[in-house]
């Protein structure tokens, strides 16, 4: 066994690599390349675009109805399984969560969540980081859209 396979398995053990079946790799001659959206790197460019987007939403908005003040600046602090979203306002001292960010391996990686309280997100995912619009396409100024 080489050492690449070794750290693999250990990884996959410690919960570290976690693929779903769609992404694993397949060994009977098959050569389609599957695309392993859990690698950290992919993640992080995904949050980044998010960030940018949300943050270019909040900047719009505050130049287009309120000229006279500092546009808040979105910061993200990764958690236990979630990517906490944070707001933090230029005209004042108050902080709030924007949005969490699930960045737990399984069919929910990557779902942008609406806050219900500082600690925990609601629940039902209001986009994804991987959907094609960086999870923006149900994002305001002011966070994720409500549930109708």
């Given at each position: 066994m080489k050492l690449d396979e070794i750290v693999d398995k250990i990884d996959e053990a410690m919960g570290f690599v976690q693929k779903l079946d769609y992404q694993k790799k397949k060994k009977s001659g098959d050569t389609a390349l599957t695309q392993d959206v859990n690698s950290p790197k992919d993640f992080d460019?995904?949050?980044?675009?998010?960030?940018?987007?949300?943050?270019?939403?909040?900047?719009?908005?505050?130049?287009?109805?309120?000229?006279?003040?500092?546009?808040p600046k979105l910061t993200a602090k990764k958690g236990g399984r979630y990517v906490k979203i944070i707001r933090k306002e230029q005209s004042g001292s108050g902080t709030s969560v924007h949005?969490?960010?699930?960045?737990?391996?399984?069919?929910?990686?990557?779902?942008?969540?609406?806050?219900?309280?500082?600690?925990?997100?609601?629940?039902?995912?209001?986009?994804?980081?991987?959907?094609?619009?960086?999870?923006?396409?149900?994002?305001?100024?002011?966070g994720p859209a409500y549930l109708k």
């Open positions: 460019k995904a949050l980044n675009m998010f960030l940018k987007g949300a943050q270019k939403l909040i900047d719009d908005d505050y130049r287009k109805n309120y000229t006279n003040l500092k546009p949005a969490f960010v699930d960045a737990k391996d399984g069919p929910t990686f990557g779902d942008v969540l609406k806050p219900a309280s500082w600690k925990a997100p609601a629940k039902h995912a209001r986009g994804n980081l991987f959907d094609g619009s960086w999870g923006l396409k149900y994002m305001s100024a002011y």
